[in-house]
């Protein structure tokens, strides 16, 4: 029997819809093929993994499903190979670096659908895992391709979603595939979704969003959705520079959305005392000029000293805390003090401390720093596409899977 008597979570999404997701633990795995969709997407430098944070956020429901005696068959993409087989691209160094991680060996696939993975996967036995090839060799799989998907789930019993980094996307792998399989979430996906609902259902008080990276269009909808509920948002990176140019101020060269100081002047009007610009600015030649005094030579690349002993102060009062996007050109030694000063801030802090994904990961990895916060999210867009309230596909897909499954 496949399932037991089945255990559900009821989860809160961002747009308060309650969402149904099978827990995995209500699901008898043993000698299942449970196919699992995770997020290896790691950064490769010489086809070397620079970054194994999201191979490792993975383990507790790989290492659960072969405690439990299901044979693992785990899927991803890896980059952006546009439907071509591109072999930087392939999987081999995540089998090899996951292998390492689990101390076991972890075989690879030459391809992710067909008769040869097929045989792969008929040579399993309890316990074992086997990586596909990566997905976006094929151009199905972003087409959400049902044939594609059907094929995908040919060879399986069950399917898992712990790929919160991608259920923002409606992918083969990711919703088409829940209409083949009776489907659950992966502890990682699970503990996502949790984190964040809390974020908009319940957070405690002062709650504060600390918003940077470049554009401010990629942050609208979450700053909208959170100002009805935060305290504070601090505003850092590239992005300071359209809210400067909504006040008048001169900004030189720096970077700015031309096209979206109106909609900034907007923000500024809603969010009144809440939204909280930088007072100064790193640039270019390392002076620090206050944030009114630009010059028309300037080019702003973090926010300056005065700026992050603020930021700071606030951070550490808070009872809550979400953090998306770098306060400066932070790959830049030079322009990094204010990025780091973020991840020193948050560490130090007693409350509830979330970073939601992308270069702040990278950031908080940097220094070493991911156990001191209570959720560091795989899922950049992901996490901000939740926080703004939408339904993410992946997640509405396990929903539906849950009805048609029973």
Sequence with gaps: MLF??????????????????????????????????VDFNVPLK???????????????????????GAKVILMSHLGRPDGKVVEDLR??????????????????????????VEDQVKGLHDGDVLLLENLRFYLEEEA???????????????????????????????????????????????????????????PKHPFVAVMGGVKVSDKIGVIENLLKKVDAILIGGAM???FYKALGWEIGKSKFEADKVKLAKELLKKGKKKILLSIDVVVSDGKVLSA???????????????????????ISEAKTVFWNGPMGMFENKKFAKGTYAIVNAMAKCEGITVVGGGDSVAA???LKLGSKFSHVSTGGGASLEFLEGKV???????????????
């Design 364 to 366: 908080v990895e940097q």
């Design 144 to 202: 959400n391709n049902r044939m594609f998907a059907q094929k995908l789930a040919g060879f399986s019993d069950f399917y898992v979603n712990d790929a919160f980094g991608t259920c923002h996307r409606a992918h083969a792998s990711v919703a088409a595939i829940t209409e083949f399989l009776p489907s659950a979430a992966g502890f990682l996906l699970e503990k996502e979704v949790k984190m964040l609902s809390s974020l908009l259902k319940s």
């Design 292 to 314: 009114n005094k630009l010059l028309k030579k300037s080019v702003g690349l973090d926010i300056g000293p005065e700026t992050q002993q603020i930021y700071a102060e606030i």
């Design 4 to 37: 037991k008597p089945v255990v559900w979570e009821k989860l809160l999404n961002g747009n308060s819809a309650i969402q149904n997701m099978r827990n995995l633990k209500g699901v008898n795995v043993k000698g299942k093929r449970v196919l699992v969709r």
């Design 91 to 116: 999987m081999h160094p995540v089998a090899e670096r996951l292998s390492k991680l689990l101390k076991f060996p972890v075989h690879c696939a030459a391809d992710c659908i067909g008769a040869e």
């Design 46 to 68: 010489n086809s070397k993994i620079t970054d194994d944070s999201r191979i490792r956020a993975s383990l507790p429901t790989i290492d659960y499903l072969r405690k439990h």
């Design 392 to 406: 993410l596909p992946g997640i509405a897909a396990l929903d539906k899977n849950e009805k048609m499954f029973r």
């Design 240 to 242: 300071m520079f359209t």
